[in-house]
């Protein structure tokens, strides 16, 4: 089985801090992502990489950004944690396929919270 | 670019009632992936659909592409208290595009 492991659960932060969440994923993904969840909007995405020092902007990258220094881990970054960035961050991961079409393997999440 | 609209937002059932949710696009799709995540878990791949008209089963859950591969739907017979969660379907253009999901409760 697929194990995407999101390094915290939980994490609180106060506004204008650095704050970096740390994604790992055990099967060799070429692929991985990073999601922002809040209610009623579904799942949003920020970045994704499809090669490791490789980074795509996702639909909402304003405040962020990734990095992907080795194959098995995607980092997020917010460079200066803002109130409005209280969220659940979830990472995801997926091996290449035709069209990038395949499924996408999920982490815990991290329930982000910026006072 | 690419969006989908997914209803209702909400749901909620007696047990043993039955249970769809819908997702439409103004654009043919390539395919479409369903997902459900349960109260304070993850999103989990269910199932994804390619051919136009395509029906595939997973026990109580029905998947259908439309003829136009245009919407699709996820129809849960005789609903259980395990069935409860978000469901979602997502669509692939350049990258995953998620329904903002259907909320499921079912009452014992």
């Known amino acids: 089985d697929v194990k995407v492991t999101q390094s915290s659960r939980y994490l609180v932060k106060r506004t204008g801090e650095k704050v970096f969440l740390e994604c790992v994923q055990d099967?060799?993904?070429?692929?991985m992502f990073w999601y922002r969840q809040d209610p009623g909007l579904g799942l949003r995405l920020i970045y994704f990489?499809?090669?490791?020092?490789?980074?795509e902007k996702g639909d909402i990258p304003e405040g962020y950004s990734v990095s992907r220094e080795k194959k098995e881990r995607f980092s997020l970054i917010l460079e200066s944690a803002s109130t409005n960035q209280t969220s659940m961050y979830l990472c995801?991961?997926?091996?290449?396929?035709?069209?990038?079409?395949?499924?996408?393997?999920f982490g815990d999440g991290t329930r982000l919270s910026i006072l | 670019g690419q969006q989908v609209m997914q209803i209702p937002q909400y749901q909620h059932v007696q047990e043993g009632e039955d249970f769809t949710t819908y997702c439409n696009s103004s654009t043919t799709l390539s395919n479409i992936q369903w997902y459900k995540q349960r109260p304070g878990g993850h999103p989990v791949f269910l199932i994804q659909?390619?051919?136009?008209?395509e029906v595939k089963k997973q026990k109580r859950l029905t998947f259908q592409f439309g003829e136009a591969k245009k919407n699709s739907s996820l129809h849960i017979t005789a609903t259980q208290t395990t069935d409860v969660g978000t469901y979602f379907c997502a669509i692939y253009g350049n990258k995953l595009v998620f329904g903002a999901g259907t909320i499921l409760r079912v009452k014992s």
């Open positions: 990489s499809y090669d490791v020092k490789m980074k």
């Open positions: 099967m060799d993904h070429e692929n």
């Open positions: 659909l390619v051919k136009s008209g």
């Open positions: 995801a991961s997926s091996s290449p396929g035709q069209g990038n079409n395949q499924p996408q393997h």
